[in-house]
């Protein structure tokens, strides 16, 4: 066995020899691939010489607060795989098989030579409104063909799923700390939830982007739901604001990205009025926000007091005041920030 790779978990194992990926008696070995808080996700070197990305979810996930999700979310990032290749060839990993009883999913593994990740191309202050506008076409593109095709919301059953690892830990659990808001905040979670109309990915964030050669590919889709595509695009802004603080001197690059990204997003908006999902959109966008200082996922680099007040300043006010168009959202930032 390399002295750089070690024998991957027992699971693992069993799910690839379950998918026909590894012999009965072959031993596989790897390397664990750090980012992730919800999956062990490893770069496995099968014996043939093949190199596979493999991940297992995990029931308590990696965070400070007891955040907890089912397993069984790996067979629905399995099936969003296999729609989003209909969809947008070329944007997402070839899935290469599922099995249930371990929670082991295996895709096509994307060297990070050729396939960086967008977060931290941002962090170095490579803001490119080009890719970010690619961004927004994409999703754009998935969520039409999932909207021509309602019968495949019988594939996503995960009401309870999305509830247990987006709306609870973000809106509810931002609802707890901040009394005042509680009204609002559950106002977006009943809207988010009673909304049914495509298939949404549900973490589309920097970190779960690959900068292709060519262009975005998705990954990470353990949060898949047949619901409202406006949460996709709210979740995807919410980093590009809060990335102004990661790195002040590029904002008014990230703020650029913000409107590339959702001009071209809404552009592609076919199945209902760009209007409506907008209105949507930018009144969920201030929970998000305020959910990344004090919902159970906070934002790793957001350490200062001052920053993350700075956050409450501006998500408060407009949950107060909701806002029906996403430039007011860019707007009431980018005055806080001077950019």
Known sequence: MSARLAEIPAPMT????????LAPDGVAEGEP????????????????????????????????ADWRAPVIRNRYEARWLARAAEAAPCSVPALLGQNEATGT???????????????????DGHA??????????RIARIHAHAARRPALSADFPTD???HAIRLEPYLVATARVHRDLAPALTALVARTAATRLTLVHGDVSPKNILVGPRGPVFIDAECAWWGDPAFDL???????????????????????????????YLAGVEWEAPAV???????L??????????????VEYLTDEADRNRVRRVARALLLAPPDRLRSVRTAWGDEIGA
């Open 33 to 64: 691939l750090s980012g992730g808080v919800s999956s062990d996700i490893w770069r496995v070197v099968l014996p043939d010489g093949r190199e596979i990305c493999t991940k297992r979810a995990l029931a308590k996930l990696k965070v400070a």
């Open 128 to 137: 490119d409104a080009g890719f970010a506008a690619e961004v927004g076409r």
């Open 277 to 283: 999902l907008e209105t949507r959109a930018a009144s």
């Open 14 to 21: 069993e799910g690839l020899r379950a998918m026909g990926l």
């Open 234 to 264: 709210a979740f995807c802004l919410n980093h590009l604001l809060l990335k102004c603080l990661w790195t002040p001197a590029c904002a008014s690059d990230f703020l650029r990205c913000f409107e590339a990204l959702a001009t071209a």
């Open 160 to 162: 309870q799923l999305f």
């Open 105 to 123: 999913l295996a895709m096509q593994w994307l060297p990070p030579a050729d396939h960086p990740v967008w977060k931290a191309r941002l962090h």
């Open 285 to 298: 966008l201030p929970g998000l926000f305020l959910a990344r200082v004090d919902g159970k996922s906070p």
